[in-house]
Every structure is written in structure tokens, then in C-alpha cells.
């Protein structure tokens, strides 16, 4: 079955300061990246995604990209404000079921 | 509210005891999935439905877990003979189909096994 790792477990920036977090996947045949955004007591919500038929995707300060021959795929924060301070999830899944398989997390605290 | 809605929030019980729990999904979301996550860890899939049909269960779904979606609309999770290695935030999230894969997550059943 696929496999996700994601690093760093913890990342610690000022505010302004970019973040980057990386995953990388086991299945050549995962093509849809998505990342989840989880506050403290509250529910997962996806705040980005990508398909295996990109390379990059941006939203305002958020972007991911994506290396298919590598099987690693990025998310980078820029101008990091306070409540970007979150548990952030990456995921891997393929067609049919899209059932993801998530990554570990990476506690992201953004200090005023 | 019609986000994705888990039934009860918190759940407290003694080892042995059943527990359920309750999904009910955006409406029309045809697609209905269960996780469950602990404590440092990202949510780990334990089984999903297209509409009432159950197809694909985890092998974390030991036989002692059971759901069903008996009219394609609610879902629910229960856990007979429960264990302390129970003890975890239980997750519902529904996904509209149709190739639009973004998971909506519920606010999850923390459970603690005494």
C-alpha cells in the first residue's frame, strides 16, 4: 500500500518568515496530492491541492508543487502570520476510491 | 450548519462495553469515510461507502468494528468489546463524488476506554 512521509515532524518561524513542509509517497500511481489544514480541537480542512498532471498550484501565500519522478510533493507558506500556527496534514490517493493516505503531520507554530 | 456532523463528541466508556457512533454527511455527498486518529498522528482510513454500500475496509478493521450507511444518507461506527488501544478521535468525512475528491471532515468523537 502507498506510503506518505512527511517532514519536519515540528517547524518553528517568525512571522514573515516562509515555511516549507515535504512529503514523499511509495506509489507511482498516487495523482492527487491534497493538504489539510487542523487547529487545535477542530476538524481537518483542506487548503490545497494538487493533481499529478501539475507541476505547482498557488493560492494567495500558499503553493505546493509537485516532483512525480521523485515522489515528493512540497507545501510553501509565505509571510507567515500568527494563525498559520497548525497541525499540517499532506495526503496521497489515486482514482477510483480516493481513499488518502496521510502523512504524519508537521506542527507549525508562527511566533509574533 | 451544513457541514458534515459527528454524533456524540465526546464519548466515555469501560473496557468491555459497545459504543456507536453517529455521521451524518453533507447532503448528496455520496461518498462517506471513516478514520480514526491519535495523538500525533495524521487520520488513518478505516473504511468507506458509495452510497449504502460498503466498499473498502482497512485491516485495521478488526472484526470487533462494524459500520453500515443503511440508507446511503447517515453512517454509523460501532465498536464492540471496546479496548484501551481504542481510545482515539474517531472521523466521519464525505466527499461529493463525481471527481471532486476534497474531503469534508466532521469535528470527530473523541473516545476514551477506561
Known amino acids: 500500500g502507498e506510503n506518505v512521509e512527511q517532514h519536519p515532524s515540528t517547524l518553528s518561524v517568525q512571522e514573515g518568515d516562509s515555511a516549507v513542509i515535504k512529503c514523499t509517497y511509495s506509489d507511482s500511481a498516487s495523482n492527487y496530492f491534497p493538504w489539510y489544514k487542523q487547529e487545535l480541537g477542530k476538524r481537518p480542512q483542506l487548503i490545497i491541492d494538487?493533481?499529478?498532471?501539475?507541476g505547482e498550484k498557488k493560492d494567495q501565500r500558499i503553493a505546493v508543487t509537485l516532483n512525480k519522478t521523485a515522489k515528493h510533493f512540497s507545501l510553501h507558506i509565505t509571510e507567515t502570520q500568527p494563525e498559520d500556527s497548525a497541525v499540517y496534514f499532506c495526503?496521497?490517493?489515486?482514482?477510483?476510491?480516493?481513499?488518502?493516505?496521510f502523512g504524519r503531520g508537521t506542527s507549525l507554530i508562527v511566533h509574533p | 450548519d451544513t457541514g458534515v456532523s459527528q454524533n456524540p463528541r465526546h464519548k466515555i466508556t469501560k473496557r468491555g462495553q459497545n459504543v456507536t457512533f453517529r455521521c451524518d454527511p453533507i447532503?448528496?455527498?455520496?461518498?462517506l469515510y471513516w478514520y480514526r486518529q491519535t495523538l500525533g498522528q495524521g487520520p488513518e482510513f478505516l473504511t468507506y461507502?458509495?452510497?449504502?454500500?460498503?466498499?473498502?475496509k482497512s485491516r485495521l478493521l478488526s472484526d470487533r468494528f462494524s459500520a453500515e450507511r443503511p440508507k446511503g444518507s447517515f453512517s454509523t461506527l460501532e465498536i464492540q468489546r471496546t479496548e484501551q488501544g481504542d481510545s482515539a478521535m474517531y472521523l466521519c468525512?464525505?466527499?461529493?463524488?463525481?471527481?471532486?475528491?476534497?474531503?469534508?471532515f466532521g469535528p470527530g468523537t473523541r473516545l476514551l476506554v477506561l
Open positions: 495526503a496521497a490517493s489515486k482514482g477510483g476510491s480516493y481513499i488518502p493516505t
Open positions: 447532503s448528496e455527498h455520496n461518498r
Open positions: 468525512a464525505s466527499t461529493p463524488g463525481g471527481g471532486v475528491e476534497t474531503q469534508y
Open positions: 494538487i493533481r499529478s498532471n501539475v
Open positions: 461507502f458509495q452510497n449504502e454500500a460498503q466498499l473498502e
